[in-house]
């Protein structure tokens, strides 16, 4: 590529730009719907007296939906056409969450759940598919990052709305919140994203494209991860640590605040400076900051370094999914897009697990090394890649 061509402003048509919007908006109303629904499921399941291993369990069913959701977006793609598949799949969930109002038993709510995740998982692969079509190569790493802060800013004000509303309404009010997403879905272009790759494109298969992109999928994994064990085990991990509880309570919203404030700025240094070389150093920073959470713990470094961890992460996870549409296009990128969505429901169940079992017999090193080890093989699939393929080394098209 010339530098000259690397130089000019790409076209964002005004079609691609309106999609844009109307698919962060509207991802962001089911982000908080999604927010309020899961720790509303296991306040439920505890006021009825279920233990806190079997609310785990029983939240960890819908994760196995979003891994179900991998064999239905294509297929609903080419039968419905995309915005159809997204309408149809955003009232499912809407309707599904308002019938968990009636529900009063874990089995119940456990099959629930599972249709919700796989119904979501539809949703949320659609939308990340149409996003990365929809933005210009040159300024993907910012936009995309936009659209991944604003998912999470929505997501974290999700336990906010469970102290607004009474319980015996907090189901009807996050189905309300999906159906607020569902005339800006009706609102995006008429767009067939299964006919948008070239006939070579379609011939791949996902163990295919599980041995070609080690990157991506590695990045998608760890970010899942990170993000399930912050919420769950890191107050854990740091009260055994010796803190009090409101700071280790604090620790989680650090990270997550660093994660939203960070995105932005990792993705458009990812558009000037060239994907992989961002990669690389979030992923270092990653393994360091990781392994250095013993070392700070109860100082003040602690909570520095608590932000700076939770910026690489969320700007791995940007990148993965800036280097996912880099690398393929049309019906390969749907299904890639569901192939992460599964690796993320995969991830989720496995990794508090993993750290879990670990914390009862080397609990000061625990999480860090769970952590550091992922973001290392991350390191070593960089380097991998960059030996097979080296024209990912080129400069990027930026503005």
């Not at 010339?2 to 790409?10: E, F, G, H, I």
């Not at 961890?309 to 393929?328: K, P, W």
């Not at 049309?330 to 569901?338: N, Q």
């Amino acid at each position: 590529m010339s530098q000259l061509t690397a130089r000019v402003r790409p076209v964002w048509r005004r079609r691609d730009r309106k999609d844009f919007w109307c698919l962060t908006g509207a991802i962001s109303m089911v982000g908080l719907a999604l927010g309020t629904l899961l720790p509303l499921t296991a306040l439920a399941l505890d006021r009825q007296g279920f233990s806190g291993a079997t609310i785990g369990l029983i939240i960890a069913v819908h994760a196995l939906g979003l891994v179900a959701a991998i064999g239905i977006c294509e297929p609903a793609v080419q039968r419905y056409g995309a915005r159809k598949t997204i309408e149809y799949a955003g009232l499912g969930a809407a309707a599904t969450a308002l019938f968990m109002q009636q529900l009063g038993n874990a089995w119940s709510l456990s099959v629930a759940l599972f249709i919700l995740g796989v119904l979501l998982g539809v949703v949320l692969n659609m939308v990340e598919t149409w996003v990365n079509l929809a933005i210009p190569d040159a300024q993907r790493g910012r936009w995309l990052a936009v659209h991944c802060t604003l998912f999470t800013l929505f997501q974290l004000c999700g336990p906010l709305v469970l102290q607004c509303v009474s319980p015996a309404r907090a189901f009807a009010v996050c189905a309300a919140l999906m159906l607020l997403a569902w005339p800006v879905f009706r609102g995006l272009s008429q767009r067939n994203l299964s006919d948008e790759a070239p006939h070579s494109d379609r011939q791949h298969d996902w163990p295919r494209d599980l041995r070609t992109a080690p990157v991506i999928v590695i990045s998608t994994a760890l970010f899942a991860l990170f993000d399930t064990l912050v919420l769950s085990l890191l107050p854990v991990y740091a009260l055994a640590q010796g803190m009090d509880t409101p700071n280790a309570l604090a620790s989680a919203s650090v990270v997550l605040a660093g994660d939203t404030a960070l995105e932005i700025v990792v993705g458009a240094m990812a558009d000037r400076w060239g994907r992989v070389r961002v990669h690389t150093a979030c992923a270092a920073v990653l393994v360091g900051s990781a392994l250095l959470l013993p070392f700070t713990i109860a100082t003040l470094f602690w909570w520095a370094d608590l932000f700076v961890m939770g910026g690489a992460a969320g700007g791995i996870y940007v990148l993965s999914m800036m280097a996912c549409g880099q690398r393929f296009s049309g019906s390969h990128l749907l299904r890639m897009t569901a192939l992460l969505g599964s690796v993320w429901g995969v991830a989720s169940i496995a990794g508090p697990l993993v750290t879990g079992a670990l914390m009862a017999h080397a609990s000061r090193w625990s999480l860090p090394s769970v952590i550091g080890a992922v973001a290392a093989t991350l390191l070593w699939a960089l380097a991998y890649e960059q030996r097979q393929h080296p024209y990912s080394l080129e400069l990027p098209t930026h503005v």
